[in-house]
């Protein structure tokens, strides 16, 4: 199922050609930015696309990637978790907060034989109760 496209900014010529005159609904409150990350078995944890793209060190997207798989064997195709990471290596008390869909599927095409991928949302937040309740 589709989730729809996202609203454009005030002022973006829609298909149409004329701008969009009311405000784009803000994510910023809950949601910095959402990372697709992917497992390489000759690279590892390796960051697909992140969206909208953020300016963080490579430090911090290498932990961003590696957090974002679970820490411990998984017998279930679906898993939910979150972690937390420093925002920046010049503040490391201003926390990124991430909330993980991670997925096993069976892949005969993946040397290995499964496709691992995690869709994480990162935030600024502490909204571990508020993704519980929404996932459940």
């Excluded at 997925?103 to 519980?132: P, T």
Aim: hydrophobic share 35%; aromatic share 12%.
């Amino acid at each position: 199922a589709s989730l729809g496209a996202l609203p454009s900014p005030p002022g973006t010529p829609d298909s149409t050609g004329s701008s969009s005159s009311s405000p784009a609904p803000s994510t910023s409150l809950w949601a910095v930015t959402l990372a697709v990350v992917n497992f390489d078995l000759e690279y590892g944890q390796k960051l697909e696309k992140m969206v909208p793209a953020m300016n963080f060190s490579e430090d911090v997207l290498s932990t961003i990637a590696f957090s974002s798989f679970p820490d411990c064997t998984i017998t279930e195709k679906n898993t939910i978790f979150t972690f937390r990471c420093p925002r920046n290596n010049t503040e490391p008390k201003r926390w990124l907060y991430g909330y993980v869909f991670y997925r096993q599927n069976r892949d005969s095409s993946i040397h290995r034989g499964y496709l691992q991928k995690s869709v994480a949302i990162l935030s600024e937040n502490n909204l571990v109760d508020f993704y519980q309740r929404v996932v459940a």
